[in-house]
């Protein structure tokens, strides 16, 4: 007569999530059943975090931009402190010839932490080298964002867990064509789309540019800006035109974008699908998710609020 044992262990693993694995064997006569249990548990987080990269145009016709960009960033910086986001901000431009990607500033990451966020994304625009070369914009934050950067000149700036919100300030249209190659719009939509999967994550660019079809006049003037609006359309980010003679405003409104929880939970295992339940707080969620298999992840439709617990128990896929 056959014997069903059940065995069950408990593992801990990252990001405060933890995993009980149940096993059923059949003992003596039959082999192992493939029936294995898993049950993992994750919190929301109690502050959305977001990594903001400012990439900025410092050509000579952007003087007044400029201005307006760094009186518009105090209550940019306000609303990211009145939604209490746990944010880090870098600043960069869109000529790789002379910044080369490297995020600028002392420190080169900007947080609530400092005595005054605003006056140190002013000393780091001012900082800023004019530009001289191509104003690639795409290329550069691509580039401020991908190793050698990231683990040396921008260290640290790049969080695991954090959204990730891109904005591109210039009076021109992007001209990544010498660093990218095809279609640099096509390769920074796939390039937010990875961090947006590696992170669970939303990423996406924001574009304070000229608007299509003919550019516009006031403050400096400015062409449209058509590659930064087609990244900022299929990533989700805002398109704002750089002539607004409110522009101050405008800036300040892209903080309230960057306010965004976690929809997404990576998985240890890959679970089989019917197997999946989903509790929240204790309460069994029967629809407002799914689960995906490349990586393997529970996905919600709408963020879970702050600091609830989520669990989910799957039979795991078995060779």
Not at 297 to 302: D, G, P, Q, S, Y
Request: hydrophobic share 40%; proline share 6%.
């Amino acid at each position: 007569m056959n014997r069903t044992t059940l065995l069950t262990s408990t593992c801990l693993v990252l990001f405060g999530s933890a995993c009980v694995v149940e096993n059923y064997f059949d003992d003596p006569d039959d082999l192992v059943v493939d029936q294995v249990w898993v049950s993992e548990t994750f919190f929301q987080a109690p502050l959305p975090k977001v990594d903001i990269l400012w990439v900025v145009d410092t050509t000579g016709s952007m003087t007044e931009e400029l201005a307006s960009l760094k009186s518009g960033f105090v209550d940019f910086v306000e609303d990211l402190e009145l939604e209490e986001l746990n944010y880090q901000i870098g600043i960069t431009s869109t000529d790789l010839t002379s910044s080369g990607g490297v995020l600028q500033g002392n420190p080169w990451i900007i947080t609530s932490e400092l005595e005054s966020p605003a006056v140190s994304f002013a000393e780091a625009i001012d900082g800023l080298p004019q530009s001289v070369g191509e104003e690639a914009g795409l290329a550069s934050f691509m580039s401020a964002l991908t190793d050698p950067l990231l683990s040396e000149d921008n260290r640290g700036f790049r969080r695991n867990d954090a959204a990730l919100h891109v904005i591109v300030v210039s009076d021109s249209d992007d001209d990544s064509d010498d660093y990218i190659g095809g279609l640099p719009e096509v390769e920074a939509v796939r390039f937010l789309a990875d961090q947006a999967t590696r992170t669970g994550a939303p990423a996406w660019l924001s574009a304070v540019v000229g608007p299509e079809p003919i550019g516009c006049v006031g403050q400096g003037g400015a062409v449209p800006g058509t590659a930064y609006i087609a990244v900022a359309e299929a990533s989700g980010g805002e398109v704002l035109s750089l002539c607004d003679p409110e522009l101050s405003e405008l800036f300040a409104g892209l903080g309230m974008l960057s306010f965004s929880y976690p929809v997404s939970f990576e998985l240890q295992g890959l679970a089989v699908p019917d197997s999946v339940s989903v509790t929240v707080d204790g309460e069994p969620e029967d629809s407002g998710w799914a689960v995906e298999s490349d990586p393997p992840r529970l996905v919600f439709e709408a963020a879970p609020e702050a600091g609830v617990e989520i669990e989910i128990r799957y039979r795991l896929e078995q060779g």
